[in-house]
């Protein structure tokens, strides 16, 4: 079941002060919980690569796994990883790892093979370079 970006973000969630009393919040003390509530098998719906020249066009979706310290995001449509020690770190390496391998193979389109044709396909129908 895919989780919404929103549900990646950090929420602040308001505390209560026990010597004041139990209805009053404390609103400038704020909790991060982000981390922690992520399941290891998450799976999110990515549209950005965070690099000028490429518009996803079509959404593409990242499972989250972990092994070892280490938080993996992939994305199988393409056959691409990206690692990190977060959540964060592992989505923006995947997706500065998708922006090379987009522009790797467009450099080689001659000399792909079928596995990497069929990757190509499957980039061109999700992202498409912006002219300038």
Known sequence: MPT???DL???????????????QEIRDKKIDKTEKTMPLDAEVLVGS????????????SVRF????????AEATEFNEFGFGENW?????DLQYAIV???????GGQDRLGSDLQN????????IQKIQK
Not at 65 to 72: A, D, F, L, M, V
Not at 100 to 106: A, T
Request: proline share 3%.
């Open 65 to 72: 796994s972990s092994e070892g310290s280490s938080i993996i």
């Open 119 to 126: 990757v190509w396909s499957v980039l061109q129908q999700k």
């Open 9 to 23: 973000r950090r929420q602040p969630i308001n505390v209560v002060d026990e010597e004041k009393g139990s209805n």
């Open 4 to 6: 919404t970006m929103q």
């Open 49 to 60: 690569l965070r690099d000028g020249r490429l518009r996803v066009l079509s959404p593409f």
């Open 100 to 106: 090379e391998l987009y522009f790797s193979l467009e």
């Open 88 to 92: 964060s770190e592992a989505l923006l």
